[in-house]
């Protein structure tokens, strides 16, 4: 199916919404504004006010101070990208990485500065938070994967200052650190009760099931901001490279993109079927990994599709 | 291509043999021998006497001390693996969770007790001599690496004990770690001088790079081992899966797997490519990685063709 000339991509499990989505969402754009980090003009803020439903639609079981700071994070994430990814900073590595620096800083548990931009004051306060919440492993983990993260965005941003056009392999590749839904996939297990050893989490089916569900979502969203990125000249897009690599239009790249995302949710479903197989108590663990994957798969589809981000810019 | 019916896989990377291959190839016998793993039916004593000239074509450029580790390494993996996988052991997974936990307790650093089967004193020997070639971190790795390659193994056993069929996504996501191809990849590390921190080793293009050359090992030796699996009544088998999934005959399904196996050459290729753009000396490190890795899938093809391992039984 086709919505305007766009592929419709869909997912056979039902939306979800936390009932508390609207106060968490007033409480998320509060926080943006007294951390510093939210935009002062009004059309930009208009563009990051709702991040707080969309915490809400990925995370329906969590407890409200869990999605408080899941909401806060998703704000942190997509207001630190605006910056890293829109605007010119996005073309100056040596910037990028002094910032990067500071925030790995931050990760590995130092205190913020006076100098340090409100980015980095606000990331403290996400870390603080998340300390006093989640187990010391998982928040360990946490701190390790917004790193690979940050490593992922300097890959990209290289390629832009190279005019560099990554190979579809190696896109593939780094595609799954660069959105930061690695760190999103850890708060499932904060928010799901997904207590696993770390034997199992690094399970080479459970990976494989959490890399599958990412991907979903990082080729949904080329697929659906493929008009930004072609506005902003950035070649960091699954369709684009496809279309580079493999020589064909544009609608032919966009298709076949779908057709992989298509190959992943499936991909998805045969593996989630597959850890049903574990013993108990795992298997409990790995269903509510599971309902948390489809919650953001299916949020990440639904909120998209309607995002102002794609529309407004 | 095909060779009576069976598609022929080729490698674009000449291959290459150790100057030494010839007396490691003996010393890795008497090695064998000594340790009292080798079985005493000429018939199968026949069939393990090569891993010295296997060794020799995998690690060419390894010191005499090195390949002659490696070879016993390989031929202890294959002489385990022949325990596990094609005698009644292989599907009594409480004698092989034994036979894992004791070997997973030599790999924590214990020692070997004298009522230990010569499998366990082999690996503690084989243990010993990498403590002394190689570093605390790729020592470490490597114990890892082959503690996961036993996990995946019990999976497998648990697969033919249960008569379970696993599906192609989830055969795919197990696949690299039942090889015990990664723990050999580590030695590619000691053999040819790589020495990348770990930020470098864990990040997505080496590991992808890596990946993609194991896949293509793999599912050759499930291509050229096919009749072996058929006659075993084993399902672990790329070929065999796909075709009960897809429900296509033998020989598509066949047809099917080289494609895969010919994508993800393709995949490694592009990979390596994307690995040229590290900045010195992280460059060089790299090359000779992929050095190895070349040599490993090249060798793998040419001597699983003529190994008697798949014609003799």
Same mark, same amino acid.
């Given at each position: 199916?086709?919505?305007?000339?766009?592929?419709?991509?869909?997912?056979?499990?039902?939306?979800?919404?936390?009932?508390?989505?609207?106060?968490?969402?007033?409480?998320?754009?509060?926080?943006?504004?007294?951390?510093?980090?939210?935009?002062?003009?009004?059309?930009?803020?208009?563009?990051?006010?709702?991040?707080?439903?969309?915490?809400?639609?990925?995370?329906?079981?969590?407890?409200?101070?869990?999605?408080?700071?899941?909401?806060?994070?998703?704000?942190?994430?997509?207001?630190?990208?605006?910056?890293?990814?829109?605007?010119?900073?996005?073309?100056?590595?040596?910037?990028?990485?002094?910032?990067?620096?500071?925030?790995?800083?931050?990760?590995?548990?130092?205190?913020?500065?006076?100098?340090?931009?409100?980015?980095?004051?606000? $990331?403290? #306060?996400? /870390?603080? !938070?998340? *300390?006093? =919440?989640?187990? @010391?492993? +998982?928040?360990?983990?946490?701190?390790?994967?917004?790193?690979?993260?940050?490593?992922?965005?300097?890959?990209?941003?290289?390629?832009?200052?190279?005019?560099?056009?990554?190979?579809?392999?190696?896109?593939?590749?780094?595609?799954?650190?660069?959105?930061?839904?690695?760190?999103?996939?850890?708060?499932?297990?904060?928010?799901?009760?997904?207590?696993?050893?770390?034997?199992?989490?690094?399970?080479?089916?459970?990976?494989?099931?959490?890399?599958?569900?990412?991907?979903?979502?990082?080729?949904?969203?080329?697929?659906?901001?493929?008009?930004?990125?072609?506005?902003?000249?950035?070649?960091?897009?699954?369709?684009?490279?496809?279309?580079?690599?493999?020589?064909?239009? $544009?609608? #032919?790249? /966009?298709? !076949?993109? *779908?057709? =992989?995302?298509? @190959?992943? +949710?499936?991909?998805?479903?045969?593996?989630?079927?597959?850890?049903?197989?574990?013993?108990?108590?795992?298997?409990?663990?790995?269903?509510?990994?599971?309902?948390?994957?489809?919650?953001?798969?299916?949020?990440?589809?639904?909120?998209?599709?309607?995002?102002?981000?794609?529309?407004?810019?």
């Amino acid at each position: 199916m086709e919505t305007n000339g766009r592929p419709l991509l869909s997912y056979p499990f039902p939306p979800a919404l936390h009932p508390l989505a609207e106060p968490i969402n007033r409480a998320t754009i509060d926080w943006t504004h007294r951390v510093g980090i939210m935009p002062t003009e009004p059309a930009a803020q208009r563009r990051h006010e709702e991040y707080g439903w969309f915490g809400g639609r990925i995370y329906p079981t969590a407890s409200e101070e869990q999605l408080d700071l899941a909401s806060c994070f998703l704000a942190w994430l997509f207001l630190a990208d605006d910056q890293l990814d829109e605007t010119l900073l996005g073309r100056e590595t040596t910037q990028v990485a002094h910032l990067h620096t500071r925030f790995d800083s931050i990760l590995g548990g130092a205190h913020a500065r006076p100098d340090d931009v409100p980015l980095v004051h606000a $990331l403290e #306060d996400i /870390l603080v !938070r998340l *300390a006093k =919440l989640a187990s @010391a492993p +998982l928040l360990e983990r946490f701190c390790r994967d917004v790193s690979a993260y940050f490593e992922a965005n300097r890959w990209e941003c290289e390629n832009r200052r190279r005019h560099n056009v990554p190979c579809v392999a190696e896109y593939v590749a780094m595609r799954p650190f660069t959105g930061a839904v690695i760190p999103c996939f850890d708060l499932i297990y904060l928010t799901n009760q997904v207590d696993l050893p770390e034997r199992l989490h690094a399970h080479p089916l459970v990976q494989a099931t959490q890399l599958a569900a990412n991907r979903v979502i990082c080729y949904s969203n080329d697929i659906l901001s493929l008009g930004k990125e072609i506005r902003h000249g950035d070649v960091n897009n699954l369709v684009i490279l496809i279309q580079h690599e493999q020589r064909c239009s $544009l609608n #032919d790249a /966009l298709h !076949r993109a *779908a057709a =992989l995302h298509d @190959a992943e +949710l499936a991909t998805y479903l045969s593996l989630e079927r597959s850890l049903t197989a574990f013993e108990e108590p795992v298997a409990s663990h790995l269903a509510r990994l599971t309902a948390g994957l489809r919650s953001w798969m299916r949020a990440n589809g639904d909120w998209s599709e309607r995002a102002a981000r794609y529309k407004d810019d």
